[in-house]
């Protein structure tokens, strides 16, 4: 999905985001307009400009990054980037706040087609406790300790749910869609560290290799 946010440290200012797929190209850059608009806020106000770095939709991760480049290059502002798992988990947990047991592990799967995603398990502490990977899913995948209590959300968790069946231990959020508030509270602690993306150089992470299929044409 794409959204854009602006936030005054941890407030939230303004989120917009779309209400289908795909619509970086058609969106993003009247998303951040309005959000700016709204805000009364200009570009050279913000203090940096933070843009999910995959993995992802190849498209909406070049777009994505395209323009926060373009935002930092004519406004002189630095870019942080952020591991789009985790920012799917600080998501979460703003809306779910009650999620801060222990053993509460938080399970993003982004669909990767077919029986594969990309998935990760993070603690509550927005720490990896299993490293991103595209992973075709299996019983058990990313969910292996049965003294944790697993919570699996992302645009993929529908399709995952045959993979947990019988597993107490573990609950698919199907409806939940995490937007870019999540992007916030990681990149606030990037800015404090000063930890800032090469603008000129720095790529999205697709995890795998893109490949443009041609369409095949059935025969009459």
Not at 100 to 108: G, Q, T
Request: glycine residues 6%.
């Amino acid at each position: 999905m794409c959204s854009v946010a602006l936030s005054r440290g941890e407030v939230v200012v303004q989120v917009i985001k779309a209400e289908t797929e795909r619509e970086h190209a058609a969106k993003l850059a009247e998303y951040i307009r309005q959000v700016m608009d709204l805000s009364g806020v200009s570009f050279s106000d913000l203090d940096a400009v933070v843009v999910s770095s995959g993995p992802g939709s190849y498209t909406g991760l070049r777009i994505g990054v395209a323009t926060a480049k373009g935002i930092c290059f004519s406004c002189d502002k630095p870019l942080i980037a952020v591991d789009t798992h985790r920012a799917m988990a600080a998501c979460f947990l703003l809306d779910h706040p009650g999620t801060k047991s222990n053993h509460d592990v938080l399970v993003p799967v982004i669909d990767a087609r077919r029986e594969e995603v990309y998935g990760a398990s993070l603690g509550i502490s927005l720490d990896y406790l299993e490293p991103v990977r595209a992973e075709v899913m299996q019983p058990g995948s990313f969910v292996g300790d049965p003294l944790k209590r697993y919570i699996v959300f992302g645009d993929a968790a529908k399709k995952c749910i045959p993979y947990f069946q019988g597993m107490d231990h573990v609950r698919v959020e199907v409806d939940y869609q995490p937007d870019a508030r999540g992007l916030i509270a990681p990149a606030l602690e990037s800015f404090r560290q000063k930890s800032f993306e090469d603008v000129a150089y720095f790529e999205p992470f697709y995890l795998k290799d893109f490949i443009a299929k041609t369409p095949v044409k059935s025969s009459t």
